[in-house]
């Protein structure tokens, strides 16, 4: 019993932070009188009261959580905040299902970017803003998440995080408190998000365009306040700086603090993950410019080099911006940008898939294995940035790759199932469950998801959360032994 009372303390007061969140878009609304405010009105003492009655009643409950309490409370907090979300939006758009709303609301928390909705240019200021808010505010959650709560779940976070901080970005570096940790990235995190939103604003947006699209490129979550997206904008200086930003997003953000700290571009250097995520994405760009131009897609190499870097950045880093259609590229160009959704990202970020340290672990592991058929007697430990990667952590990436795949195996044959083509069923379960934004065909850059039907879309919208609690979390859940021990 005291075990739901504390799920049910936490949860409201993760409630009433999001009755807070949504009272600046209250404010917004009113200043702007764009005729949203009752929604907002209504969204936020409903959602307040809610908070309340759940909190006050519980705050004599004992505080401290179990492991199997801890991943409850990950997959309620994931799975119910977005209902509260879709309040606002389901008041001030009556027609709009619930189902879709929620669809939108978890893209939103999710960091995904996918969308329902269309008409995005003539949504009201505050309705807009609330989209983007949930991407930024999830952005500093996944940065929480996955270092504050996994390591108290104990499934291998405070390892695996260690573990991704080669070379100077050690233990050492960072403040010794979890808490303190958490505000340190929090504040390089704010620092960034105010720095690309004064870029952008010299860039050409005017305030609230780069104050939205700096909170879905910092959070790497790709909602934009038209529907044609950054090609909206048709400036290569905007395209450069969410490009640069993006990049940044994508990188540990331990390392970004440790390189503040010590006013010095050594971490990055020193960071195998970050060295590695910037070669393969900056190679990758060179290659997709060439066969773009080489095809005859754009007329020449430099506005093809314009028009991949943006594109496949933003795919890459799991953002989901758009600046063309890139559905109707050679196949080969979406094909590897989903691809690089897959893995690039690094861990410490705010973007999804299965995070670069793992794949160099996996590669590292692929080749540590033909060392010793080569040589079964010798004994070789694998090192990354000359720190010993244990088995635990080498078995545990292993486990989580299998059934990343197998997540996409089974939901994608689950989307065939439905009538949806192999490259629309593929590609939608790709990039909801790597939060990367658009797919492909019927939910290509130049459409949306709101063609799917509601059991395609609730597919989706699972797909887009096991994706971001890291599939252990949800999968635990189900595995009768984890409740017995």
């Known amino acids: 019993m005291n075990v739901i009372l504390t799920i049910i303390h936490i949860f409201g007061l993760v409630t009433m932070g999001f009755s807070a969140l949504m009272s600046t878009c209250l404010i917004t609304s009113k200043l702007a009188d764009d005729g ?121 976070g405070m390892q695996l995080y260690k573990a991704e901080m080669p070379g100077t970005v050690k233990e050492s570096d960072l403040p010794p408190r979890i808490a303190q940790t958490a505000k340190a990235l929090w504040l390089v995190y704010a620092g960034f998000t105010v720095a690309c939103i004064f870029a952008l604003h010299l860039a050409g947006m005017n305030w609230f365009d780069a104050i939205c699209h700096a909170f879905s490129a910092m959070s790497l979550g790709g909602f934009s306040t038209h529907d044609s997206s950054v090609g909206f904008f048709n400036s290569l200086s905007i395209e450069m700086v969410l490009t640069v930003f993006q990049l940044l997003a994508a990188i540990n953000f331990a390392t ?114 033909m060392f010793k058929f080569i040589h079964p007697y010798a004994i070789k430990p694998m090192k990354i940035g000359g720190t010993v990667v244990s088995n635990n952590i080498v078995n545990s990436v292993t486990g989580f790759i299998f059934l990343y795949f197998m997540s996409i195996v089974i939901l994608t044959f689950t989307l065939l199932f439905s009538g949806l083509d192999l490259v629309t069923a593929f590609s939608a379960i790709i990039t909801c469950i790597n939060n990367a934004g658009p797919g492909l065909n019927e939910v290509g850059p130049a459409g949306n998801f709101a063609g799917l039907s509601d059991f395609q879309k609730a597919v989706c919208t699972f797909a887009m959360l096991l994706g971001r609690v890291q599939i252990f979390s949800i999968v635990i859940l189900f595995v009768p032994e984890f409740w017995r021990k």
């Open 36 to 156: 949203a405010t009752h929604a907002f009105f209504e969204g936020t003492w409903i959602t307040l009261l809610l908070g309340v009655l759940m909190f006050i009643p519980t705050l004599r409950t004992p505080k401290k959580v179990s492991r199997q309490a801890g991943f409850l409370l990950v997959a309620i907090t994931w799975s119910l905040t977005p209902v509260l979300c879709t309040i606002p939006l389901m008041i001030y758009m009556p027609t709009l299902s619930f189902n879709d709303a929620y669809f939108e609301t978890v893209s939103g928390l999710t960091t995904t970017g996918a969308t329902i909705l269309s008409g995005l240019d003539h949504l009201p200021m505050s309705i807009n803003l609330w989209r983007h808010e949930l991407n930024w505010i999830a952005g500093m959650g996944i940065i929480i998440f996955a270092v504050a709560i996994l390591p108290i779940l104990g499934i291998g």
């Open 256 to 369: 970004h603090f440790v390189a503040l700290r010590k006013q010095s571009i050594n971490p990055y250097i020193d960071d195998r993950e970050a060295r590695t995520f910037l070669t393969l994405i900056l190679g990758s760009c060179v290659i997709a410019a060439w066969v773009l131009w080489n095809a005859g897609t754009y007329p020449d190499f430099l506005t093809a080099l314009r028009y991949a870097t943006f594109n496949l950045v933003t795919i890459a880093t799991d953002c989901g911006f758009s600046n063309q259609d890139f559905n109707k590229w050679p196949v080969f160009v979406p094909m590897w940008m989903l691809l690089l959704s897959c893995l690039s990202a690094s861990s410490g970020s705010t973007g999804g898939g299965i995070r670069m340290i793992r794949t160099i672990i996996l590669m590292k592991q692929a080749r540590l294995e």
